[in-house]
């Protein structure tokens, strides 16, 4: 019987290492996201105990909960420019309105779904040198009064961050101090900025009741 001899293909080894190689860039890529979603969340929690205004107290952040950190809510966005400028007010949780301009438009697509929310500019922020570049997006989604907060949530933005298109992070919207605490002036999402989709993402319902 005549044997002969196997030899190794060529394209074994660099196929194998190429595969190995995606592997690790995925799984690396989803550690990364995660562990920047968990410390956005420690940063937030502890931003509230440094806040003299703030709704709550070091025994009370047990409270806040969220969704699972979810990639899928990262969502590229293209960017234009919207508007005048012209000052228009938002009504509020306390029955008082705050002066805002509608900056710009994203537009970004969830589950294949066109959407697309305002930015908006406080004009009493810009006065301050810290928040002068400052950009604010409310919205509400299919999870508000639900799983969320009824009156919507926060995302923010900082000029900087734009550019024609730019990533949205919904894992990192969260609630205004209304959701905590009455006394506070929240300003409430405007009806364009209401998305016809779930957001399963960012911050939900605060756990401890104090209604």
């Known amino acids: 019987m ?11 080894k660099p196929t194998l290492l190429l595969i190995l190689t995606l592997f690790l860039i995925t799984k690396a890529s989803g550690q990364s996201f995660e562990e920047e ?3 956005f969340r420690t940063k937030y929690k502890a931003d509230f105990l440094k806040d003299e205004n703030s709704p709550l107290e070091e025994d009370d952040l047990q409270y806040l909960d969220f969704f699972e950190a979810n990639a899928k809510y990262k969502v590229k966005c293209k960017f234009k420019v919207k508007g005048t400028g012209e ?5 509020t ?14 537009s970004f697509k969830i589950d294949g779904k066109k959407q697309k929310l305002n930015v908006y500019r406080s004009l009493a922020l810009m006065k301050n040198p810290l928040y002068k570049d400052y950009l604010f997006i409310p919205f509400k989604d299919l999870t508000s009064g639900i799983e969320t ?12 961050d734009l550019e024609e298109e730019i990533w949205l992070d919904f894992n990192k919207a969260y609630n205004p101090y209304c959701a905590f605490s009455l006394g506070y002036s929240c300003p409430i999402p405007p009806v364009e ?5 779930r957001i399963e993402a960012g911050e939900k319902n605060y756990l401890k009741e104090w209604h």
């Open 2 to 12: 005549q044997y002969r001899k196997i030899t190794k293909s060529p394209l074994l």
């Open 37 to 39: 979603i968990k410390a």
């Open 87 to 91: 000052p228009f007010e938002i009504p």
């Open 93 to 106: 949780s306390s029955g008082k309105t705050k002066t805002y301009a509608v900056f710009g438009e994203l």
């Open 149 to 160: 907060y009824g009156a919507g949530r926060y995302l923010d933005l900082r000029m900087s």
């Open 193 to 197: 900025n209401h998305l016809k989709v």
